[in-house]
């Protein structure tokens, strides 16, 4: 796929992390097998029966009260949920984490044409950067500068945005943001910034 249509009139580029560099089940499923994996050590249990439990509830329901799900079904004892609530920001995945394969493309040939990358993103900093740290960039690490939502105002201020056009000297219309969902598209078209689904480069 040719990117020029995006990336010859913009100077930079913001991305977010979960769904747009890469598909967050990625990592969330990695966590959930370590999480099966220590309550088979701890507890006795099966720890294939809850991966495939969670799994199950994940795909269906997404992650809204996975950990209470899988603890009634299993008899888990509530204390453990610290332990998985911890284990999303500090485990040590069995596999890195892969970029899109377009994502990646696209990124490559702003890095050839020498422009800017911005991740500015949302969520727990903690547990975003040990996503980041356990991704197969290619390389492109170097070239990122990376933001977090939390430390300015939440979304839909603009705060965020204002400072990074600030602090890189940028106009308003030399930035694409690319996201996922609606929320990105409102954030951005709020700020004036021209917006793109990530779903256009996939």
């Known amino acids: ?6 990336i010859k009139n913009k100077k930079a580029f ?16 990695q966590v959930y097998y370590l999480f099966a994996e220590f309550m088979e ?23 809204v009260n996975i950990f209470e799900k899988t603890a009634a079904q299993f008899n888990i004892p509530e204390k453990y949920k610290d332990n998985f609530i ?7 995945l069995p596999l890195k984490l892969l970029l899109y394969q377009q994502v990646l493309s696209f990124l490559q040939e702003v890095v050839i044409e ?5 991740l500015l993103i949302d969520g727990d900093p ?46 308003k219309q030399e930035l694409l943001m690319i996201g996922f969902n609606a929320t990105d598209e409102e954030y951005a078209k709020n700020a004036g910034i021209d917006f793109l ?4 480069l996939l």
Do not use: C
Request: no cysteine; net charge negative.
């Open 41 to 63: 050590y701890s507890e006795q249990l099966n720890a294939k029966a809850i991966l495939d439990f969670m799994q199950q509830a994940f795909e269906s329901h997404g992650i």
């Open 197 to 200: 689904f990530v779903t256009n």
């Open 1 to 6: 796929m040719a990117f020029e249509t995006y």
């Open 114 to 118: 020498r422009k800017a990358i911005f």
């Open 126 to 171: 903690i547990q975003q950067l040990n996503k980041i740290k356990q991704t197969e960039w290619h390389g492109l690490e170097q070239y990122l500068k990376v933001y977090f939502s939390v430390e300015f105002e939440p979304k839909p201020s603009q705060k965020s945005l204002q400072f990074i056009i600030e602090e890189n000297q940028l106009k």
């Open 86 to 92: 911890l284990l999303h920001q500090n485990a040590r």
């Open 14 to 29: 913001i991305l977010g992390l979960d769904n747009v560099i890469y598909p967050e089940k990625d990592y969330l499923l």
